[in-house]
């Protein structure tokens, strides 16, 4: 019980780690790359906003970053797959690696889950989606919840915090027990 409330604190907070991708997240999207950091801000990794066009918080930019980010796990590149993922404060890219295994095994993430949910979810802002739980789910983050969106569908839930550098996932549940 303890290993999954662990898991699941690490996936909602350091699957947030703000603001996106790096190294292929640049040539995937059009977007520059900064190296990783595990600064005050609790963040880390470069950016990824989604296609090459946008400079504002949508769908596909979202699923962009699921979709690596699931490449990254599945590859076991655990060092490319923080990247993707906002470490909340009083966590570090550390903590996260080390639980990252998890996230597969349990099913949180998965490719198949990805494309599914991105098709088919509920997108909009994380009140959108998540109603009254959204302001619990950001705070948990550590981010603001004006600058977080979410994407659900089917008991698969994820969360993203958006900044000027793009999107970090903040939580990701069940996205691997979606099937096409």
């Known amino acids: 019980m303890i290993k999954i409330f662990a898991v699941t ?8 780690l703000s603001p996106g991708c790096k190294d292929d997240a640049a040539t995937k999207t ?13 963040s880390s990794g470069g950016v990824s906003r989604g296609p090459a066009t946008s400079s504002s918080a949508t769908r596909e930019g979202a699923a962009m970053v699921l979709d690596m980010a699931a ?6 590149d655990y060092d490319k797959a923080v990247a993707y993922f906002h ?20 099913q949180e993430i998965s490719k198949e889950g990805v494309e599914v949910l991105a098709a088919r979810g509920k997108w909009g802002t994380l009140a959108e989606v998540y109603g009254d739980r959204a302001k619990n789910l950001a705070e948990r983050a550590g981010v603001p919840p004006e600058q977080c969106y979410g994407l659900s569908h089917e008991g698969a839930e994820t969360a993203f ?8 996932i903040i939580r990701c549940n069940n996205v691997g027990k979606l099937k096409k």
């Open 9 to 16: 604190l690490m996936l909602a907070a350091c699957l947030a």
């Open 30 to 42: 059009g977007a520059g790359t900064g190296a990783a950091t595990s600064g005050g801000s609790g």
């Open 71 to 76: 490449d990254a796990l599945d590859a076991k």
């Open 87 to 106: 470490v909340p404060p009083g966590r570090s890219p550390e903590d996260f690696k080390k639980q990252a295994p998890a996230l597969v095994e349990q």
């Open 161 to 168: 915090h958006w900044s000027d550098q793009g999107f970090k």
